[in-house]
């Protein structure tokens, strides 16, 4: 108790700091670059916040890592609008925000899912960091609770929340998903340090990165689909009105059990370190299974929005935590700034938070003004991005391509990756016209690796044992709860069958 | 003939003036655009952090007229960033940081490249590894640590490491081999995810650098047991309560013989000139000066040994000879 009065000391005091006139300026700017480098894909926080690294040393370490943080949060937003707009998931954890946030505009209601996306985003991190300044210290010790069996666990968890939400047979949804895993596949074999299914192509050494097949196909795909469907985006008759915020807000508040079990499951996978991607999966597959409309998911439901959005920016919030407290980075950007710290001196781990209180909680007071700021500006710039949807098809069709062959280039500076996204874009062309859904082969291409890992990981800890999934409180709730989300479809037949033979002698 | 001297002389001094001309220019070389710094590893480890540090310390106090700009390149064990940088023939725009995968992943994976296929610019340092356990085990010394593994059947302790038959695991064999007992080696993505699982006690021991573990060490989460280089480190400043990094014994006199130290030094593609090369000496020659780059150093207890020339070159070879022996007794080759 005394710790957290403390705490609040510190965080009052950081509040004066990051609320001085210059460090709110550096938020706008961190704020609005991080959009625009959200927006171009590829490009993607890390990047960004390496390029403009150096800028900062001018500067003392707060404003500095506020400016930093504040190009963090500001891709987070970005992020949503190429996923909205076109498609094209900027970040790994933009993905599920496509699946209804895109059918909206194409609807016409592109203002309502990015006011839906953005403000969602916002409450996930506020929820995120009203955490992190209560429980800080708890947290850090749970999360050292997850080794590989219990990493593994959430992974399935994802995968098995997911299965069964596609309005495609199972069968197809299962082909789909096995596709993603052996691409996960190909690169280096992490536990035998050897290469497998490279064939001797060097370019193959690297596997296949999510970025490049996502941008090919998510945009190349919807790209060649719009144009056979006839040279223009549905979304022209859009109108624009400054009004869809206050609008959106009003319909938002009827959510709220959808938005709290998408922070609840945000922190969660933000703190162990499973991350953003998985946490927006989830939450959407949840959502989809509990929500009334749950059968609406996909033509354009804004719950389908609020879910990911809320669930990936409380996890990408909570992330920080680990990385200040454990060292370990929670995410690429979060590596990024991890390498910032250091130069500052300022060595993350468990002492931070003792020898550099004020840093801490003047960062952490700055996670609060950033968020506010950040909501500002990105709602005021609804109406603009919005109104990007009017321009005639043939006019930004190749503009949007030029934009993912550069944001394939800049993944790892290599033309044969721009080869790779038109594969991807002809492949998610074919698959979705024969209605293979393209979702669980994005996660499998995502997470499979990172499980697999944890997988032979915690089978060599074992010594081959199985039973390491069930051999702790932990772990055997994380994998039950995935059992049964797996097995749901399944049970809940059975559950109706029940009901229908006891209805009828009835 | 006085004439034809007098001419002969004008023409050796003009052939001197272009030749001192011709010098400073030469050794002047400056780059003309961005200098890519590739790190054949992922972003967080201990080559990417040196790098961000490098590349820090060169914007801070402008050592170069150009920016400096990091790229990670880290499939296939790094052999994607040293395939980029072999395949760069006379790109003077562009080095590379090495870590021990300079050796270990040619041999491992067959990844076509050999570190004569790059221009060895010079060694920045040596990294150091520690034998760490969690701060709640009971052994206190390497000697008690030694002695509860040879107690108990093969496989009972786990080691974690980085990747897979890189250094981690070499030193993990080189142990085995030492103790005549088997380890479960457990492979991670990085430096910093092994501390951590150390912490949590998902695994027994760990062979972490000083600076992957050093935050853990000063929060008495971890302990460290020994250090595997030939003499103790110098660096006396205290850490965790009376332990400075001076106070770890070398494993060596702890009853366990295994010794290796990993480099940390900077490439060129092949075919650039030696001016080029100079260049980048010079540079590091500076950076090394900097309060920054001190700092690094005695955070990270780094063996502050710099190399560059033939020098440097001897010193590969020989690491190279070292590395293959070792991979070869551990039947970490590739195609084995």
Sequence with gaps: ?506 | MKHLHALGLGAVTALGMTALSMLPAAAAWEPTKPVEFIVPAGTGGGADQMARTLQGIIAKHDLMSTQLVVINKSGGAGGEGFLDVKSNKGNPHKIVISLSNLFTTPLATGIPFNWKDLTPVAMLALDEFVLWVNAQEPYKTAQEYEAAIKAAPDNTFKMGGTGSKQEDQIITVAIQKALGKKLTYIPYKGGGEVAVQLVGGHINSSVNNPIEAVSQWRGDKVRPLCVFDSKPLPYTDKIQGDMSWSSVPTCKSAGLDVEYLMLRGVFMPPGVSQEQVDYFVELFKKVRETPEWKQLMKDGAFNQTFMAGDEFKAWLDQAETTHKGLMQEAGFIAGN
């Design chain 1, 1 to 506: 108790m005394n710790m957290i009065a403390e705490n609040f000391t510190y965080l009052y005091h950081g509040f004066g700091i990051a609320s001085d006139p210059f460090n709110i300026l550096l938020m706008a700017i961190g704020i609005l670059l991080g959009v625009i480098i959200g927006v171009l894909p590829g490009l993607g926080g890390a990047n960004g916040v390496a390029i403009l690294l150096p800028l900062t040393f001018s500067m003392s370490p707060t404003s500095a890592i506020i400016l930093l943080t504040c190009i963090y949060w500001g891709a987070l937003f970005g992020g949503a609008i190429t996923s909205v707009l076109f498609n094209i998931p900027g970040e790994p954890w933009s993905v599920a925000t496509t699946f209804d946030g895109h059918p909206m505009a194409r609807s016409g209601r592109a203002g309502e899912a990015l006011t839906a996306a953005f403000t969602s985003s916002f409450i996930g991190a506020f929820f995120a960091i009203v955490m992190i300044t209560l429980i800080a210290p708890l947290v850090a010790q749970f999360a050292l609770q997850f080794g590989p069996a219990e990493k593994f666990a959430v992974y399935f968890l994802a995968f098995a929340s997911f299965v069964g939400m596609s309005k495609e047979a199972p069968a197809k949804t299962i082909v789909s998903m096995m596709i993603g895993f052996a691409l996960a596949a190909v690169g280096l074999d992490m536990v035998t340090g050897q290469l497998r299914l490279t064939f001797g192509i060097t370019e193959l050494l690297n596997g296949f990165d999510f970025l490049i097949a996502v941008i090919g196909l998510f945009g190349i795909g919807e790209i060649l689909l719009t144009m056979e469907e006839g040279l223009e985006f549905r979304g022209k008759a859009a109108k624009i009105d400054p009004k869809v915020v206050w609008k959106t807000w009003k319909t938002l508040p009827k959510f709220w059990a959808t938005s709290l079990r998408s922070c609840v499951i945000g922190c969660w996978m933000g703190i162990t370190p499973a991350g953003a991607t998985p946490a927006s999966f989830m939450a959407y597959g949840i959502a989809k299974r509990v929500s009334k409309n749950g059968k609406n998911f996909g033509n354009g439901e804004i719950e389908g929005v609020v879910a990911p959005e809320t669930a990936a920016h409380a996890a990408g919030t909570a992330a920080m935590l680990p990385m200040l407290a454990l060292g370990v980075p929670g995410s690429p950007t979060a590596a990024v700034l991890l390498g910032g710290l250091l130069i500052w001196g300022l060595q993350p781990g468990p002492m931070l938070f003792v020898e550099q209180a004020e840093f801490v909680w003047g960062l952490i007071a700055s996670m609060y003004l950033g968020n506010i700021v950040g909501l500002i500006l990105v709602l005021t710039t609804v109406p603009l991005f919005a109104s990007i949807l009017r321009i005639p098809f043939s006019i930004i069709a190749p503009v949007i391509l030029v934009i993912c062959a550069i944001g394939a280039y800049t993944v790892n500076n290599n033309v044969f990756d721009v080869l790779m996204m038109m594969v991807f874009g002809v492949l998610g062309y074919l698959l979705k016209k024969t209605n293979y859904p393209l979702a669980p082969l994005v996660l499998a291409i995502v997470l499979g690796d990172s499980a697999e890992e944890a997988f032979r990981q915690s089978l060599l800890g074992s010594g081959g044992s199985i039973a390491v999934f069930w051999s702790n409180p932990l772990v055997s709730s994380i994998m039950g709860l995935g059992l049964v989300a797996g097995l749901w479809p399944l049970i809940a037949m059975g559950f109706s069958k029940l009901r229908g033979s006891s209805a009828q002698p009835a």
